[in-house]
């Protein structure tokens, strides 16, 4: 195993932070060639070294946009998704790449293959989930997390899932899951959870003729029932949220579906949404999840063809 400096460390941290850094920072990492990391992930991602640990995980992160899938998904990842759950990552090392994850979901960011965005919100939905178990995050910084993953969520107009060869893009499903980490956190407030189920909403049946097939919609659901769980939203919200759902528009009647592609899509989608969460209500004994979905939810379904 290569061993990296303190002062390699700094350099990588001033890389990554740098203007342009994800885009342009070489990837594999020139002190870590493929074979050395997947011996790395053989050994569980075990570093004796905590400067060489924190250096490993900052030259992963450009590694998260690359368009090869062992690299992008089974290394950098797989290793970066490690390292926080374990815990062996500094703060000064997570917020880094908290900053250079959420610059990377700018609508100015580049992401020419369309790798870089949705693992830019997989991986900072295992910082958000860092940051819930042991706070390091501040206010705002979680504020502005918040803010980019609803927005970018809501933006969202690559549907494609996984492709032999490509492996796993997979927008929605990512999104959702960073919408997840933070709804499981005390510390956001209401305002900010509406913020993120109206993102949520935008994308349980988006315009077009795109049906989703990747089990996006099991992804959707989790952070709305996590989101009820939170008890912070009155009746009145989630009868809004669930009868928008159920409505047709912009088809005049749910019977208009069945003479278009992008009808049927829509049909096909909320469906699969909807019965979801109801699978998803009815495994759950909480009250607050119940005295949210449990009367809205089952007319929902029986609004639907």
């Known amino acids: 195993m290569r061993r990296l400096t303190t002062g390699l460390l700094h350099g990588a941290l001033g890389l990554l932070l740098g203007c342009g850094a994800v885009a342009h920072a070489q990837c594999p990492p020139p002190a870590w060639p493929p074979a050395d990391l997947q011996r790395l992930k053989a050994n569980q991602w075990k570093l004796t070294d905590d400067t060489q640990r924190q ?8 590694c998260l946009g690359h368009a090869d899938p062992a690299l992008r998904d089974g290394v950098a990842f797989e290793g970066l ?3 926080l759950r374990s815990k062996q990552l500094s703060a000064v090392t997570q917020r880094a790449i908290y900053q250079s ?5 700018s609508p100015t960011a580049s992401d020419t293959h369309g790798f870089a965005k949705p693992f830019a919100a997989l991986v900072l939905s295992e910082v958000a989930r860092a940051d819930r178990l042991v706070p390091f995050l501040s206010n705002d910084e979680r504020a502005a997390l918040v803010t980019a993953g609803a927005e970018y969520l809501t933006s969202i107009k690559d549907y494609r899932g996984f492709a032999t060869g490509e492996g796993w893009r997979h927008a929605v499903a990512h999104a959702a899951d960073l ?3 933070l709804a499981l956190n005390p510390a956001i407030d209401a305002v900010q959870l509406q913020a993120m189920l ?4 935008s994308q349980i049946a988006p315009p077009g003729e795109h049906f989703y097939i990747y089990g996006e919609a099991d992804r ?8 009820a769980r939170r008890g912070l939203l009155d009746a009145g919200f989630w009868t809004g949220y669930i009868g928008t759902l159920a409505a047709p528009a912009p088809l005049k009647t749910w019977d208009d ?6 009808g049927l899509a829509r049909m096909h989608n909320t469906k ?3 019965r979801a969460l109801d699978a998803g209500v009815r495994a759950s004994s909480d009250a607050a999840v119940q005295a949210a979905l449990g009367t809205a939810l089952p007319l929902a379904l029986k609004a639907l063809p």
């Open 55 to 62: 250096a490993v995980a900052l030259a992963l992160v450009p």
């Open 81 to 83: 998704s490690a390292l």
């Open 101 to 105: 994850q959420l610059a990377q979901l």
């Open 179 to 181: 919408m997840l980490q």
């Open 198 to 201: 109206l993102a949520v909403q």
């Open 220 to 227: 959707l659901t989790r952070p709305v029932l996590y989101a």
């Open 257 to 262: 579906a069945f003479a278009s592609q992008a």
């Open 272 to 274: 699969a949404f909807l």
